[in-house]
């Protein structure tokens, strides 16, 4: 089975064998998908929408049967009352509250409806985790789309789980929360606890993510460290000058330069790993181009465009 981290001499924490998902209107989500996570690493499957990320969460987590394939958690198969279900903390799709009760109160009643006594062995780590302060005590309603993503998160800490499954946690949030979110699954990481999360967002998961899982349609498109991923790509510059047709004619004669495309207002330089942006100014400011711009692009989202193409992006 591969792997997107080291191999190790225990069984990964989640596992995905041969796993295909068929619905009654024919429609197939998921496609012999095969991947695996090991303790600790903090994963993110990447794909377009409908690319099957949300449907494998669903069945890893035992809320929906796959067609073939498997799923496993701490080395033992996934089925609805699996008891390792209770290690993990989830947040699939967005989370749901009562909007008139507080956030605590919607904590205390989450927990109690499966007969579990008050308070949790989490509460206290879950509420400094989420950072709410005395928000927690206000009516749901009043919170903001991120605070709301926070109390999510933060239920998803009550029983102190090793494993944490998300999908697509900072959907719909300003930059200011996405940011806070990204730094609260990096505090948890720091703590060591197992994460995979779905995402479209190619900078949330280069920012907080260990290891890459990437889907199209259904299919493992590639899987391995961000920084494995990066490797099969050059380096992609953006610059933006004075004179933009003379620079192109500059830069493409250069050696290790491997296209100069159009990126309004500027230029999108792909380059060989042993090329600097260095290199490109000098030789601009030797040609008497301005360079007023300079700066590297996301390389993940070069990766992923190449992987799942163009036109599937724009659908």
Same mark, same amino acid.
């Given at each position: 089975?591969?792997?997107?981290?080291?191999?190790?001499?225990?069984?990964?924490?989640i596992a995905v064998d041969g796993l295909s998902k068929r619905f009654s209107n024919g429609v197939l989500a998921v496609d012999d998908l095969t991947f695996a996570v090991e303790q600790g690493q903090v994963c993110g499957m990447l794909g377009p929408n409908g690319a099957g990320k949300t449907t494998t969460l669903r069945i890893l987590l035992g809320l929906v049967r796959p067609t073939e394939g498997s799923t496993s958690l701490f080395g033992r198969r996934v089925t609805p009352s699996a008891r390792e279900l209770a290690r993990v903390g989830t947040m699939i799709e967005q989370a749901a509250f009562v909007p008139y009760l507080s956030g605590m109160r919607n904590l205390r009643l989450w927990w109690e409806a499966s007969g579990a006594d008050w308070p949790p062995p989490g509460l206290h780590h879950a509420l400094e985790i989420a950072g709410l302060g005395p928000a927690i005590d206000r009516r749901v309603k009043t919170y903001s789309l991120g605070m709301h993503q926070r109390l999510g998160v933060a239920r998803s800490l009550l029983a102190n789980p090793e494993v944490l499954v998300l999908d697509e946690p900072t959907v719909g949030l300003d930059p200011q929360e996405m940011r806070s979110i990204r730094? %609260? =699954?990096?505090?948890?990481?720091r703590e060591g606890v197992t994460v995979l999360l779905?995402?479209? %967002? =190619?900078a949330e998961v280069e920012e907080v993510c260990t290891h890459v899982v990437v889907m199209d349609r259904g299919r493992l498109v590639a899987s391995g460290t961000v920084g494995e991923l990066m490797q099969h790509a050059g380096t992609t510059a953006y610059l933006e000058v004075g004179d933009t047709a003379r620079a192109r004619q500059v830069l493409s004669t250069l050696a290790g330069v491997r296209s100069v495309v159009e990126a309004p207002p500027g230029l999108a330089i792909e380059l060989d790993p042993d090329v600097t942006r260095a290199a490109l100014v000098a030789a601009l400011v030797h040609a008497e181009v301005q360079v007023e711009?300079?700066?590297?692009r996301h390389r993940l989202e070069d990766v992923f465009v190449g992987l799942v193409g163009e036109e599937t992006m724009r659908q």
């Open positions: 089975m591969p792997s997107v981290g080291p191999p190790t001499t225990t069984s990964p924490i730094q %609260l =699954l990096q505090e948890l990481a779905s995402s479209h %967002l =190619l711009t300079v700066m590297q």
